[in-house]
């Protein structure tokens, strides 16, 4: 989308849509740092797409270590956040979170 928008005027929708891919993939690589640095032995696996009865879906990184298994999604989002009581807070609005 980068390079489209060079050749052709993007709507604003779009613009975010690129803004949003971008940020999502700077979260990744930031993570994917953090990741490294984990002491235990590990499998990392990183963009993982699966399919199950014709449907896809994909995880962001799953982390395998002895006996336990990470499911990540990423999120990349600026603001203020935080966790209370098992209930996730963008500033003064609950996010639906689940543990």
């Not at 993570?31 to 490294?36: G, M």
């Not at 002895?66 to 603001?79: A, D, M, P, S, V």
Request: proline fraction near 1%; aromatic fraction near 10%.
């Amino acid at each position: 989308m980068r390079y489209l928008n060079t050749r052709m005027e993007l709507t604003e929708k779009e613009k975010q849509h690129c803004s949003n891919l971008e940020k999502g993939y700077e979260g990744e690589m930031k993570f994917d740092l953090l990741a490294e640095k984990l002491p235990e032995e590990k499998l990392v696996i990183h963009d993982l797409l699966l399919e199950v009865n014709n449907s896809y879906f994909q995880i962001d990184t799953l982390i395998i270590s002895e006996g336990i298994i990470h499911l990540i999604e990423i999120k990349n989002f600026q603001g203020d956040w935080h966790l209370e009581s098992d209930k996730l807070y963008a500033g003064n609005i609950r996010i639906l979170y689940t543990n």
